[in-house]
C-alpha cells in the first residue's frame, strides 16, 4: 500500500541521516539537476555479519563514466546556440559501489529537498501529496538489481530514470517500473542474439552460467526456453548465489562441470566479477572451451589483460552498438586537477586522493613510487601526476600509475555512449518541455511527471543512432559481436568486430564464419562418436554427449554423425539388417493360396455339397411323414438359410472390396432366418408331444410358423440392412511394420451392429436350447429335440469364443476367425438337425412315425 511505501521510505531516510556518507559524491548546482549512480567501486566488503561497510576494488572506466555525464551536461551549457537559453544544467552524482542497500541510499539522498537537506521525500503528514524533488530524472544504475530497486523508490515520485547498462527482461514490465526507460537493448534481443550466433555456427550443445540476481535470472531462463524450443541441448545450467568467490563450494562444482562438459559453447550471463573468478580457475586448471560473453564482460579490460588470458580458448561477446563520445577523447587527453574544481565550485571530486603520487625521487622502482591506490575517500588531497614509465605507454587500463595522458586508454565506445545518448535525451525533452528556442525558453518550472511523458515520447537523432522509447521503454537498438582474437602474432587480446545483430533480424557477418568457427575450438561435441548406417545419434543419461541408436523400421539413415533419421516413403520400410535404404512393403491379407483359406475353401464346398443332397432327398420324401416331422415346407427355408450362410465364407478370403465387406450382416440374416424355422419346428414337436393340457394350451398359441419365422427374422433384417445402409463395413488400409494389411473396416458405431446382430441370434439360440432341452424327453422317434439341443450347445459355445477373439485380434486372420465361425455354426445345424433325417430316409425307411 502507499503508506507502506512511505513509512519504508520514510525508515530508510532516519536510516540514511544517521550514517555518514564515505561515498564518492560529485554535486554541479543547476536549473535542472540529473542525478547519476554509478558503481564507481565494484563491489563491498560486506559480510554475513551486520556492521558498517566500505567500497573496494576502484573502476576507471566506471570512474570515466561518470566523466562522460560531467562532460555532456557540460558540452550542453556551453553549445552555441543554446539548447536551453536561460537555463543550466546540474548534476548530482553518487557511487553505489554496486550495492543495493547504498543505491537505495543514494536514490533517497538525491530526492531530499537540496535547499532543505535535512527533509526528506516523506512529509510530515502521511495524507500529503509528496514532494516535488530538484532532481528531475536520474541517470543509472548500471546493473540490473540496482535499476530494479533503484525504479521502485523512483517511481513515487514519478521521477524518470534512464539507465545506461541495465538489460534485464523484467524492467520492461511497466506495471511494476512505470518511469524507468532505458539507451540500451533488453536482454529479450540479447538472448535471441545469442542463440542466433549458435544456430549459425551449428553448434548441437551449450552449457549457461547465470547468476541469482535479476539479469542473470531472466537471460538464463530465457535462453533454456529458446534452446529447448529449438532442440539445441544444454549440458548444464549453473546458477552463481550472490556470495560466489573462488573459495566457495559452487565455484569447486562449477570448475568440475566445465571440465566434463561436452558443450560445443559455454554462454556465460552474468557479471564480470563473476566471469573473472571463474576464469582465474579456468586458466589455473588449463582449460580450453569456446566462451560466448554478455554484455556485461564482453569488453572488460580486466579480464581480456588476465594473465593467461589466451589459453581458455575462442571468446564470442556481445556488446551495445560502438560509437565514440564526440570530443570525450580530447577532453581526457587533457584531463587534469582544475577543470574538475574550477573557481571553486562545491564538487566532491570523484578521483579526489585516488592518486597519492610522490614528486621527491625515492630509491623505489618507478612502478612502485609513481602512484599507490588509496581506499579510503575522504581525505583531502591533491593529483600530483609523474612522467609514466616506458611500460604505461601501452594503452590499456590494467597498470594503475596511468598517466592521465594515457587514461584515454580506459575509455569504452558502448555504455560511455550510452551515456551521452541519455543526456541528449533529457536535454532534448526539457527543450520540448519548456518550448526552447535560440533565445529562451517559455518556462522554466516543471514537474517531474511532465518531463517523464515528453522523454518517453522522445524520436530523436545523435550523431547518426535514431533513439525512441516503445511501449515497454526499450530503444529499438542492435548489438555488435566481437571476437577475442588471441593468435600469436599478437601482444595481447585483440577485440574484433565480426558482425551485428538486430533485433527482429537475422545475424549478420562481416566475413565468412568458418574463419572463427575452428580457431582454438577444442570441440567436444558427440564425445567423438560417429554412427553407422542405420543408426542415429542420441543423448546419454540427459548429457550433451551423444551415442548411437538405430532407427526404427519406418525410418532409414546414412550414419556418421546424423542426429535424426530420414522417414521412408508412406507405403515403405527399413529392413532390419539394412536400415540405410527403403523397400516396399508387402500385402497382407487372407489370400486364396493360404493354407487356412484351402481348409475354409475345401470345408465350403463339402458343407455346399452336402446342403444340395440334402435339399435333393427332403424334395424326393417330400409330403412324408419325417419331412413333415422336421418342419414340413420351413425345411427348404432352412436349407436356404444354410446355403447362404456357407456361401459367405468365400467373402472372407481374397482382398477386401467393399462388395465382399458384406459377409457378416448377410450372415446375420441366413442364420436368424435358420433359427426362425427351428424353432418354429421345436414348437410343433413340443404341441405334438405333450401331454400336460396346461403346457400344450400355451404352446399352440406360439404355433404359428410362418409368424414365427417372419418375426423373429424380419427384425435381423431390418437390423442388418441398416447396418449395411448407415454404417456399412469398407475395405481399409493399415500400415504394419513391414506390411499393409487389408481388411474390412469396422469402426466404434459399426461395432454397435455387430454386437446387435451376433446377441440377437445368440438370444434366439438360448430360446431354441430352452425349448429343445424341455422336449428332450418326449417320445420323439427322429429325437428332433436332443440333437438341436446339441446343435444350439455347439452355436452358443462358438459365438461366446468368437465374439472376444474378433474383437481383439488383428492380422489377416481375422477375417479367417469370422468363416471359421460361421462355417462350424451352420455345420453344427446341417449335422444334427438335417443330416439325420436325410439318413432314415435314405437308409431306415422302415421307420415309422407316431401319428
Not at 449 to 457: C, G, P, Q, Y
Request: net charge neutral.
Amino acid at each position: 500500500t502507499m503508506f507502506q511505501l512511505k513509512l519504508l521510505v520514510t525508515f530508510m531516510c532516519v536510516f540514511h541521516s544517521s550514517t555518514k556518507n564515505s561515498d564518492l559524491h560529485a554535486y554541479l548546482h543547476g536549473d535542472v539537476i540529473i542525478g547519476g549512480l554509478f558503481p564507481v567501486h565494484e563491489k563491498t566488503n560486506r559480510t554475513k555479519a551486520p556492521g558498517p561497510i566500505s567500497c573496494e576494488k576502484f573502476n576507471n572506466q566506471t570512474f570515466l563514466r561518470t566523466q562522460v555525464m560531467i562532460y555532456s551536461i557540460q558540452e550542453i551549457n556551453q553549445r552555441t546556440p543554446r539548447l536551453l537559453p536561460n537555463l543550466t544544467l546540474g548534476y548530482d552524482i553518487y557511487d553505489t559501489c554496486g550495492d543495493v542497500s547504498l543505491a537505495i541510499r543514494a536514490t533517497l539522498q538525491l530526492l531530499k529537498d537540496q535547499s532543505d537537506p535535512q527533509r526528506c521525500l516523506i512529509p510530515p503528514s502521511i495524507n500529503s501529496s509528496l514532494p516535488e524533488p530538484e532532481t528531475k530524472v536520474v541517470i543509472g544504475e548500471r546493473y540490473s538489481e540496482l535499476s530494479i530497486a533503484v525504479a521502485r523508490v523512483l517511481a513515487l515520485p514519478s521521477v524518470t530514470q534512464i539507465s545506461y547498462a541495465s538489460t534485464s527482461e523484467e524492467l520492461s514490465i511497466k506495471y511494476k517500473f512505470p518511469t524507468f526507460l532505458r539507451t540500451v537493448s533488453s536482454d529479450k534481443h540479447q538472448t535471441k542474439a545469442i542463440y542466433e550466433l549458435v544456430k549459425n555456427f551449428s553448434w548441437q550443445s551449450v552449457a549457461i552460467v547465470g547468476s541469482t540476481d535479476e539479469y542473470g535470472k531472466y537471460g538464463t531462463d530465457s535462453l533454456r526456453e529458446l534452446f529447448r524450443d529449438n532442440n539445441i541441448c544444454v549440458d548444464f545450467v549453473e546458477i552463481l548465489p550472490d556470495t560466489f568467490n573462488k573459495n566457495c563450494s559452487t565455484a569447486r562444482h562449477l570448475l568440475e562441470k566445465i571440465e566434463n562438459s561436452t558443450a560445443e559453447a559455454i554462454i556465460m550471463f552474468t557479471k564480470d566479477t563473476n566471469v573473472q573468478i571463474i576464469f582465474e580457475a579456468v586458466i589455473e586448471k588449463n582449460l580450453n572451451r569456446t566462451w560466448i560473453a554478455s554484455d556485461t564482460w564482453s569488453t572488460s579490460s580486466t579480464i581480456s589483460e588476465m594473465k593467461g588470458i589466451k589459453s581458455i580458448g575462442p571468446v564470442f561477446g556481445f556488446i551495445f552498438r560502438q560509437k565514440e563520445v564526440p570530443g570525450f577523447k580530447d577532453y581526457i587527453k587533457t584531463f587534469h586537477l582544475t577543470k574538475m574544481c574550477h573557481n571553486g565550485e562545491p564538487l566532491e571530486i570523484f578521483w579526489k586522493n585516488v592518486f597519492i603520487c610522490n614528486s621527491v625521487q625515492s630509491e623505489r622502482s618507478p612502478l612502485d613510487s609513481d602512484c599507490l591506490w588509496l581506499r579510503t575517500l575522504t581525505q583531502p588531497g591533491y593529483y600530483v601526476f609523474t612522467n609514466s614509465s616506458k611500460d604505461d605507454m601501452k594503452c590499456n587500463c590494467k597498470n594503475k600509475t596511468l598517466d592521465p595522458s594515457r587514461l584515454y586508454c580506459c575509455i569504452d565506445h558502448d555504455e560511455s555512449y550510452n551515456i551521452y545518448m541519455a543526456v541528449q535525451v533529457i536535454a532534448e525533452g526539457l527543450r520540448i518541455l519548456l518550448k526552447c528556442n535560440n533565445q529562451s525558453c517559455e518556462r522554466t518550472k516543471f514537474t517531474a511527471v511532465e518531463l517523464f511523458h515528453v522523454i518517453r515520447n522522445i524520436n530523436i537523432t545523435v550523431n547518426d543512432t535514431n533513439i525512441y522509447f516503445d511501449e515497454n521503454g526499450d530503444p529499438s537498438l542492435g548489438y555488435d559481436i566481437l571476437f577475442w582474437n588471441t593468435s600469436k602474432s599478437k601482444e595481447g587480446v585483440e577485440k574484433i568486430k565480426i558482425g551485428e545483430y538486430w533485433p527482429n533480424k537475422n545475424i549478420s557477418f562481416n566475413k565468412d564464419v568458418s574463419q572463427w568457427r575452428t580457431t582454438g575450438n577444442v570441440s567436444v561435441f558427440n564425445c567423438s562418436r560417429t554412427c553407422q548406417p542405420g543408426q542415429r545419434m542420441e543423448l546419454l543419461n540427459g548429457k550433451c554427449c551423444y551415442g548411437c541408436v538405430d532407427c526404427s523400421s519406418q525410418e532409414y539413415s546414412n550414419g556418421n554423425a546424423d542426429t535424426f533419421c530420414r522417414q521412408c516413403e508412406k507405403y515403405q520400410f527399413s529392413p532390419a539388417d539394412h536400415r540405410n535404404t527403403c523397400v516396399n512393403k508387402t500385402d497382407e491379407f487372407l489370400e486364396w493360396s493360404d493354407p487356412f483359406s484351402i481348409i475354409l475353401i475345401t470345408t465350403a464346398a463339402i458343407a455346399i455339397i452336402a446342403t444340395a443332397v440334402i435339399a435333393i432327398v427332403i424334395g424326393l420324401n417330400c409330403g412324408t411323414p419325417i419331412v413333415k416331422a422336421i418342419g414340413g415346407c420351413l425345411c427348404y427355408v432352412e436349407v436356404a438359410s444354410l446355403l447362404l450362410g456357407f456361401c459367405t465364407t468365400f467373402t472372407f478370403i481374397g482382398k477386401p472390396t467393399p462388395n465382399s465387406c458384406v459377409g457378416i450382416p448377410v450372415f446375420g440374416i441366413s442364420f436368424s432366418l435358420c433359427i426362425s424355422c427351428i424353432l418354429a419346428n421345436l414348437i410343433q414337436i413340443l404341441l405334438g408331444f405333450s401331454f400336460d393340457p396346461r403346457v400344450g394350451s400355451k404352446i399352440k398359441k406360439l404355433n404359428h410358423p410362418v409368424a414365427v419365422v417372419v418375426i423373429i427374422s424380419g427384425v435381423q433384417l431390418g437390423v442388418s440392412l441398416a447396418w449395411l445402409i448407415v454404417l456399412p463395413r469398407l475395405p481399409s488400409v493399415e500400415q504394419k511394420e513391414s506390411t499393409i494389411l487389408y481388411q474390412c473396416n469396422m469402426c466404434e458405431e459399426s461395432k454397435k451392429f455387430f454386437v446387435a446382430t451376433i446377441v440377437y441370434n445368440s438370444f434366439w439360440g438360448l430360446v431354441c436350447f430352452v425349448f429343445a432341452f424341455k422336449g428332450r424327453q418326449l417320445p420323439d422317434i427322429y429325437k428332433n429335440a436332443s440333437l438341436i439341443t446339441v446343435s444350439m450347445v455347439l452355436f452358443l459355445i462358438i459365438w461366446i469364443v468368437f465374439l472376444p477373439i474378433y474383437l481383439t485380434l488383428d492380422g489377416k486372420y481375422k477375417p479367417a476367425i469370422s468363416s471359421a465361425a460361421i462355417l462350424i455354426s451352420c455345420i453344427s445345424i446341417l449335422g444334427c438337425h438335417l443330416a439325420p433325417k436325410c439318413y432314415i430316409m435314405l437308409f431306415s425307411p422302415s421307420l415309422t412315425p407316431i401319428e
